[in-house]
């Protein structure tokens, strides 16, 4: 399955972008996606991520800001963002897991990834 990501861009604090996702190569509805991104110098880390069952799942840092949803019928996973902040600044990157497993924002078990897009908040 190959995934690749789109929408980033450069925005101000307070201002808001949503993200896709791209699945082909197989059907959306045998994985669960996750996003993740990587801020400068720090690891990669898990926000959010969306099983076949519409099960959710994000981190307490973007947790009310964040809103990650899928289309099946389209084969695209979306995340939109409100409210960012600086540190919110990173390439933003999604995964395809195998549906149903619990899966949620741990790194572990996300075996396709895209190749990220960049999202930059300016204070």
């Known amino acids: 399955v190959q995934l690749v990501e789109s929408g980033g861009d450069s925005v101000q604090a307070g201002g808001s972008l949503k993200l896709s996702c791209t699945v082909s190569?197989?059907?959306?509805?045998?994985?669960?996606i996750g996003w993740f991104r990587r801020a400068p110098d720090k690891e990669l880390e898990g926000i959010a991520a969306i099983d076949n069952d519409g099960s959710t799942a994000y981190r307490d840092s973007v947790n009310w800001r964040f809103t990650v949803s899928r289309d099946n019928s389209k084969n695209q996973v979306y995340l939109e963002m409100n409210d960012l902040r600086p540190e919110d600044t990173a390439i933003y990157y999604c995964?395809?897991?195998?549906?149903?497993?619990?899966?949620?924002?741990?790194?572990?078990?996300?075996?396709?990834w895209g190749r990220g897009t960049q999202v930059t908040v300016s204070s």
């Open positions: 190569g197989a059907a959306l509805r045998r994985y669960c």
């Open positions: 995964a395809a897991g195998p549906a149903y497993y619990g899966l949620g924002i741990r790194i572990m078990g996300y075996s396709d």
